[in-house]
């Protein structure tokens, strides 16, 4: 029995662990969707996207996904039909995304501006890691 657990234990090894976050915006009536996948040995890999699919599984599209590499969070904020996104890095903007809600990007450059953006959070600002 102990060589089972053991056994069933290292095959966890390695599985990505997924997390979503729903943003629902109602005016539109509509969702947009923030889900990351981390995995390796180490869980030293992360791929973070924003996507109209509701599905907490999936492989990333850059066409109809925006798509985020590493491990540097997102900050965000919702406004009326915009969702405006804080990232240390700039996406490449998918041709075939297929919403009425604006994603607007705004790079953040300097970890001071990172560090002052992090202190915004509690002003409506959220943060998905």
Do not use: C
Not at 34 to 51: E, F, R
């Amino acid at each position: 029995m102990r060589v089972e657990r053991e056994l069933t234990s290292w095959e966890e090894i390695g599985k990505p662990v997924s997390k979503k976050k729903q943003i629902y915006f109602p005016n539109e009536m509509t969702s947009l969707y923030i889900k990351s996948n981390n995995w390796g040995l180490t869980y030293d890999h992360k791929i973070t996207v924003i996507s109209t699919n509701s599905d907490l599984e999936f492989k990333a599209d850059s066409i109809s996904e925006y798509i985020f590499y590493g491990f540097d969070g997102l900050i965000y904020k919702t406004q009326n039909d915009t969702l405006k996104i804080y990232s240390r890095q700039q996406p490449n903007i998918p041709p075939k995304f297929d919403s009425d809600i604006i994603v607007e990007i705004i790079e953040i450059k300097s970890n001071p501006e990172w560090k002052k953006m992090k202190a915004e959070i509690i002003n409506g600002f959220q943060q998905f890691e």
